[in-house]
């Protein structure tokens, strides 16, 4: 198992007995170097010099973001759709001066009722996940949204730039407040903040010119509005004569506040979308009131072994993949895909599982399926361990990732206000 040279320097140390001391010592160290790359670079990113200019030529320097919400815990779906392809998009920059910054994205959980016992452990929880999956703080910044004020003022400033029909128009809305009527919850209505939702995701966004945005294929309508969302306020805000001399006299940049993102769908077979273990034809949910339609990420392996076990499955013989009739063996076979291990160390590839399960019953497969679902995860799980065993180590990450953040979006908020026309506080 491979340990981040962050965990490597906790284990080394807790073994001396110097645990706290290395450990501050390490935290500190990067927090002052990555804080200022990632604002020095976000200035670059906006205001390009002659040098930044060379480079936009070569390879672009990527602005990575993106979030997960901490509504219950994190499942296969959301490591496979999302997770798993920040790290793999950390691993492989191309760029040095790429940055990336994944929040939990806490106030987006409370569209829908959380306990207040639970919301804070779920946060920590999920922050967690991302630094046990791969995330290196020292690479990119992980934070809390709600540790980030300017999150909330931006949504607002752009829920007032949005028409209802662009919302009205939102499936994920949709679907969401039709499962809510339908389980008869509906007792106070569907919430305002389930249908404005779309317009905080833009502002998470926004707020750190996000260049790239890697999600999950149900996130793809969202991008499309937070782009529609960039040239409304962009048109109405940030042309003509007038906002530049305003911006010149007021000693502001005066190029468009915002840019517009690209989203980073998952291209690894099947993963942008994987279905729920109880129905083939239906994502993989938090939302899903029943537990074995999905597998968390920190689920114990025994409970993997018994959903891969309950798992729907046909009448067929054989597996298979693509044959519209059988959902189920199309979904399960692309979990096996995903969790191979590299090929040198014994990973197959997708002709070669199609060789493999020709002529296997359910009964073959599912546990070999349940395995390698185990072996993938449990060095996540092992890692998540170490990582919850200190608290100081997690606060210290969101601390310094919230410290960035918060400068970055402060300084974008401030723009978008001057371009809507707020009278500036005296300084
Ligand atoms: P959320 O919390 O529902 O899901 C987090 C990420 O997981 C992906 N995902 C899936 N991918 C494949 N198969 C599935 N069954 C599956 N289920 C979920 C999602 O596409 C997502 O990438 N609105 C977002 C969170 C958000 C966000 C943002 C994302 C808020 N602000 C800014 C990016 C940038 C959401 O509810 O994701």
């Known amino acids: 198992m491979k340990l981040s040279p962050i965990l490597t320097t906790m284990l080394i140390s807790t073994l001396n007995g110097t645990f706290t001391r290395a450990f501050t010592r390490q935290i500190s160290h990067y927090r002052a170097i990555s804080t200022q790359t990632l604002l020095q670079s976000s200035t670059a990113a906006e205001a390009p010099t002659e040098e930044t200019t060379q480079q936009v030529k070569t390879a672009p320097p990527k602005r990575i973001l993106s979030g997960v919400q901490p509504t ?74 709600s540790h980030v004020p300017a999150h909330s003022e931006l949504g607002w400033l752009l829920t007032c730039v949005t028409p209802m029909n662009w919302l009205e128009r939102m499936i994920q809305y949709k679907d969401k407040a039709d499962k ?171 002709e070669e599982i199609a060789d493999q399960v020709k002529d296997m019953s359910w009964g073959d497969f599912k546990p070999i399926l349940a395995e390698a679902v185990v072996a993938h995860l449990e060095p996540i799980q092992k890692t998540y361990k170490e990582i919850r065993e200190n608290d100081t180590y997690l606060n210290d990450v969101l601390k310094d990732g919230a410290d960035a953040a918060n400068e970055i979006a402060l300084s974008k908020v401030k723009a978008a206000r001057f371009a809507m026309g707020f009278a500036q506080p005296s300084s």
């Open 72 to 145: 219950g815990t994190i499942h296969l779906g959301n490591y496979l759709g999302a997770i798993r392809q920040w790290v793999e998009l950390q691993r492989n920059s191309d760029n040095e001066k790429d940055e990336s910054l994944f929040c939990v994205v806490d106030l987006h959980a409370i569209t829908q009722p959380q306990d207040p016992k639970e919301l804070g452990e779920s946060t920590l929880m999920s922050a967690a996940i991302y630094l046990a999956a791969g995330i290196d703080p020292k690479k990119s910044k992980v934070f809390v949204q």
């Open 180 to 350: 809510i009527a339908k389980n008869g919850d509906n007792s106070s209505g569907v919430g305002v903040g389930l249908f404005t939702y779309p317009v905080l995701m833009a502002a998470d966004i926004l707020l750190y010119g996000a260049t790239h945005v890697p999600v999950g294929e149900d996130q793809r309508q969202h991008l499309e509005l937070c782009r529609d969302l960039v040239r409304r306020f962009n048109d109405k805000y940030c042309k003509g004569n007038a906002y530049k001399k305003r911006c010149k006299k007021a000693g502001m940049p005066t190029y468009p506040v915002f840019r517009e993102p690209e989203a980073m769908i998952q291209k690894v077979e099947g993963t942008a979308r994987v279905m729920s273990l109880t129905d083939g034809t239906n994502k993989m949910s938090k939302s899903d009131a029943n537990d074995y339609s999905r597998i968390n990420v920190l689920d114990d392996p025994a409970v993997i072994r018994d959903k891969i076990k309950k798992a729907k499955t046909d009448a067929f013989v054989g597996l298979e993949w693509d044959n519209a009739e059988r959902p189920e063996a199309t979904n399960l076979l692309n979990i096996y895909l995903a969790v191979q291990p590299p090929k040198e160390e014994g990973g197959l590839s997708k």
